[in-house]
């Protein structure tokens, strides 16, 4: 069995990987970095991008104001008693730094602050409606990246060659490219969301030399006298053992590809994940094994998906965020009935699908359909990554009544009908009594994009046939269960004591967030930002045993 020595081993390749692996080289350790798949990214390669930053340093720029007591009074104000405030304040107080940090020694990586967009709960104490807490990357040309430009994993949602300002859900103005500028940058691999920022975190690890192994899957971790020493790997050449002087990062995503575990830890039903496959929990069972106290694992980042043919994405899978926060839309379930605000952020709305009906002891939402009319596809359009006005997918189910429409739903007669009329009757009144759509900052932002701001971006009529379903599913982003760590990033044993050289950030740790999300990219904000607290840690102990070992 070959074996090797570093300083530190980072296994996964996404935004907590890399910038764990960028800080403790760009801190004199020397790195290495392990993916299981077989191209670069993971999940962040494959989002929008945002990055939720509370006190960003590119506030002013879009005349946001914010401070450490607004950012920290909001993020416990969503707490429900599952938010350690000790790990918030962490976050709080790193976040910005790691903005700064990543933009001053970590080039090409820069950001910028999306005008705007409100948090996720901008009500609530210490939110923002105005919004300045998301970022964002730049268009990034990826031919900067050399013999990697083609190894970044092209994301399956969202079109790669623009920025999620560039799009109706990312700005109250959106100037998309032009014809002419889209077909340059497709031309010269010019790349946005996610694609950007894997790609410009990429291109800063490799600057300090180091270049990701991919097809190696973390197998089992070495541990020598209670201290983790090294990871097993799994390779297509066979097992390698690598030896980490300093520490080992755990950044391979969440478990929700793995049934067993889903079965196990999540709160309720998850049938869609969204993410990259190769989330299979390997971290979890790794940490697990070396006696990790484990938190926050009944929670996920829910999102509601619909299954769409595979000629769509290869996934067969389609995001479910933006589509039915527009108006002249509603979703019912197998009753025919309304059962939540549906412009809710996508994270809380997951939290409807685990409503249990005690009296049939069934899932009381599940399963559940997005209704929408003929106005809705003339405005928007409906199916694909961004819908083509006037056409609707051939996968939504229409028909040219309600009551045809509920039959074959299989929804009681007369109930859809019921429910349309009562709807239309408080758009009519400009109120939803009912679940309060439209009344937060967020549901008109993410509404119709003419209309920003105002109700009627968030609700609207459902009176011109045929009408449409779609049936939602419940999925997820990633998981949020995982390994407890401290203020650094370190895992903790089950009696709350360091397990000395080891380290998690993402969604393999067990998230500061709780079951709650602060804003529009409220997972890579805090991955980034325990990935930077775990590469800066590791190399500061990879310092401290060379100047040991020099001594000695």
């Known amino acids: 069995m070959t074996t090797r020595e570093v300083d530190v081993v980072v296994l996964g390749s996404g935004a907590a990987g890399l910038t764990a692996a960028v800080t403790a080289a760009e801190e004199g350790a020397s790195v290495a970095v392990f993916e299981k798949a077989d191209q670069v990214g993971g999940t962040t390669a494959w989002s929008g991008g945002h990055v939720w930053i509370p006190n960003n340093p590119h506030m002013a720029d879009v005349d946001a104001t ?50 705007g967009i409100p948090d996720y709960h901008p009500e609530f104490p210490g939110g923002k409606t105005g919004g300045g807490r998301t970022i964002e990357c730049p268009i990034y040309p990826f031919a900067e990246l050399g013999e990697w430009e083609h190894r970044v994993s092209p994301s399956p949602y969202f079109n790669g060659h623009i920025t999620m300002s560039e799009t109706p859900l990312g700005s109250a103005q959106p100037q998309p490219p032009s014809p002419d500028e889209l077909a340059r940058r497709e031309a010269s691999n010019e790349r946005g969301c996610g694609q950007a920022l894997a790609g410009r975190l990429l291109k800063a690890l490799l600057d300090k030399s180091v270049e ?51 079965r196990a830890f999540l709160r309720g039903p998850m049938t869609h994940p969204v993410s990259m496959p190769t989330c299979e929990g390997d971290g979890l069972r790794m940490a697990m094994k070396v006696g990790a106290k484990l938190g926050n694992m009944r929670e996920a980042w829910w999102i509601p998906a619909a299954v769409v043919p595979k000629e769509d994405n290869w996934l067969g899978l389609q995001l479910m965020s933006g589509p039915r926060c527009l108006p002249r839309t509603i979703i ?81 007669a007369g109930a859809l ?18 679940f309060h759509r439209g009344e937060s900052a967020h549901d008109r932002w993410w509404g119709d994009p003419n209309r920003k701001g105002e109700i009627e971006g968030a609700i609207g009529p459902i009176d011109r046939g045929p009408f449409y379903a779609a049936e939602l599913k419940s999925g997820t982003l990633g998981t949020k269960g995982g390994p407890v760590t401290d203020v650094h990033a370190r ?21 500061a967030f709780g079951m709650t999300y602060g804003g529009p990219g409220g997972t890579l904000g805090p991955a980034m930002t325990f990935g930077w607290l775990a590469g800066r840690h590791a190399a500061g102990v990879a310092a401290a045993g060379t100047v040991a070992a020099a001594s000695a």
């Not at 899957?217 to 690598?242: I, M, N, Q, Y």
């Not at 895992?491 to 709350?496: F, R, T």
């Open 66 to 115: 914010d401070s450490r007591e607004d950012a920290l009074t909001y993020i416990m104000s969503l707490s429900h008693g599952l938010i350690d405030e000790a790990l918030a304040a962490a976050y709080v107080d790193a976040a910005p730094e790691m903005v700064r940090y990543l933009e001053q020694r970590a080039a090409p990586v820069e950001f910028y602050a999306v005008r």
């Open 212 to 262: 990701p192994e991919t097809s190696c899957a973390g197998k089992e971790l070495l541990v020598e006298d209670g201290r983790v020493v090294g990871v097993r790997l799994s390779t297509p050449d066979g097992d390698v053992d690598v030896r980490a002087r300093a520490g080992v990062v755990l950044a391979v995503g969440g478990f929700e590809w793995n049934p067993e575990y889903v």
């Open 332 to 412: 019912v379930n197998r009753e025919g009935k309304r059962f939540t605000n549906e412009s809710a952020n996508y994270n809380a709305f997951g939290a409807a699908f685990h409503v249990l009906d005690v009296a049939r002891f069934d899932w009381a939402n599940l399963p559940c359909w997005m209704i929408l009319d003929q106005g809705y596809v003339d405005l928007y359009g409906f199916g694909g990554r961004f819908g083509v006005p006037g056409k609707a997918a051939d996968w939504a189910i229409s028909a040219p009544t309600l009551a045809e429409l509920a039959g074959k739903l299989g929804i009681p």
């Open 417 to 434: 009908e019921e429910t349309v009329e009562r709807w239309n009757a408080n758009v009519a009144a400009r109120h939803d009594p009912d």
């Open 491 to 511: 895992v903790l044993d089950i009696d709350g004591e360091v397990i000395p050289g080891l380290y998690a950030a993402g969604n393999t740790m067990a998230s």
